[in-house]
């Protein structure tokens, strides 16, 4: 079979592989439909040692974190009614020795790496979706545990804040969404989201404040940080937590004075998936994604792709960047265009 798999110049190429039919206890072998290339795929391959121990147990090197297809064969453990059923895969979730990568033909995966998808959806629209939606759940989890009562999304248009969007209604959590743009906030306003602020509105900090205060939302998920994690810090409830996941701010510094994190009594730390009570402990994850089979069907789950790619386009993919918010998804059986 086709795979795109990384040289040892961390270069990205197409090889033959042999295919996977036969699984190991636990995993499951899949048909990939598509593979929506994320942020963390690009980031990773040019930073190994931000990866850790995630650049390891890569099957014949062949790279790719998330798709979503049908399974074709389970191994022992696995039942067998799960043949033939479509599911979204977050590869990173397991690790484990006899992975292949999703950017392929055929993957094979821990079965507690996939939630199986409703007949009633199409599996392309999962093609990056289940990296958002165990981040979202995550953090749900865990603040929830620790007393929070609502939250704060920095990049409230991004595919994880639109995963909180929906998680946190479920739970009846309130939520506080910025995004930079009127246009951004519309649609987000569309899709049923209710508390919505633009950054650049003339009052957005009393405003914010205001708001935050009203709905008790001390936990923070910073997807931007830099300067907007800055401006929001002083306005931000007492006994506030921020939880920082993404970049997208990161070339300029967070500036905070001593005397507001003391005064507002603030917690600043990294937020991480793999080290999450949901994700590390393997009972919690498995009721995790039981729970996630049943509510994946949301709108707000589903991956918003862009351009699709043969895997020879690879290089092609990995430059996409023509419309903002929008992955780029390689289709394994797509023929090349010339």
Same mark, same amino acid.
């Given at each position: ?7 040892? *110049?961390?270069?990205?190429?197409? $090889? ?9 206890? &636990? ?18 391959? !040019? #930073? ?24 074709? /064969? ?20 397991? $690790?484990?020795? @006899? ?7 055929? =993957? ?48 409230? #248009?991004?595919?994880?804040?639109? =995963?909180?969007? /929906?998680? !946190? ?30 950054? &650049?509105?003339?009052?957005? *900090?009393?405003?914010? @404040? ?76 498995? /009721? ?21 790619? @043969?895997?020879?386009?690879? *290089? ?11 992955? !780029? ?10």
């Amino acid at each position: 079979m086709k795979a795109v798999c990384v040289n040892a *110049d961390r270069k990205l190429e197409v $090889r033959d592989i042999p295919t996977p039919s036969d699984p190991p206890p &636990g995993h499951l072998v899949v048909e990939i439909k598509a593979a929506a290339i994320n942020h963390g795929d690009k980031a990773f391959l !040019a #930073n190994p040692g931000v990866a850790g121990g995630l650049m390891k147990n890569l099957g014949h090197n062949v790279w790719g974190a998330s798709a979503a297809g049908t399974v074709r /064969a389970v191994g022992e453990g696995v039942p067998a009614e799960l043949v033939g059923r479509d599911v979204a895969i977050y590869r990173s979730l397991n $690790r484990s020795e @006899s992975t292949i990568g999703l950017w392929s033909e055929f =993957a094979q995966v821990p079965r507690m790496s996939c939630v199986v998808l409703p007949a009633s959806v199409s599996a392309k629209d999962y093609a990056g979706s289940l990296v958002n939606v165990i981040t979202a759940h995550a953090f749900l989890e865990q603040v929830s545990g620790e007393g929070h009562k609502g939250i704060v999304v920095t990049a409230g #248009n991004s595919a994880t804040g639109l =995963a909180l969007a /929906a998680l !946190a209604k479920r739970r009846g959590m309130p939520a506080v969404f910025l995004v930079r743009s009127t246009d951004a906030a519309a649609k987000l306003r569309a899709q049923g989201i209710e508390h919505v602020l633009v950054t &650049g509105d003339a009052g957005f *900090d009393d405003r914010f @404040s205001q708001l935050a205060a009203s709905l008790g939302t001390t936990a923070v998920f910073d997807g931007v940080g830099g300067e907007l994690t800055s401006r929001i810090a002083p306005h931000l409830p007492m006994g506030s937590v921020i939880s920082f996941y993404g970049f997208l701010g990161a070339a300029a510094p967070v500036t905070l004075s001593t005397f507001v994190i003391v005064s507002r009594d603030l917690v600043l730390r990294r937020f991480s998936n793999f080290n999450s009570p949901t994700v590390a402990d393997p009972q919690r994850l498995e /009721a995790a994604l039981g729970y996630l089979e049943g509510v994946i069907a949301d709108p707000l789950f589903h991956t918003r792709s862009g351009r699709e790619f @043969s895997l020879e386009q690879i *290089d092609e993919a990995m430059a996409y960047e023509e419309t903002p918010g929008a992955k !780029a998804v390689l289709v394994p059986r797509l023929a090349s265009r010339g």
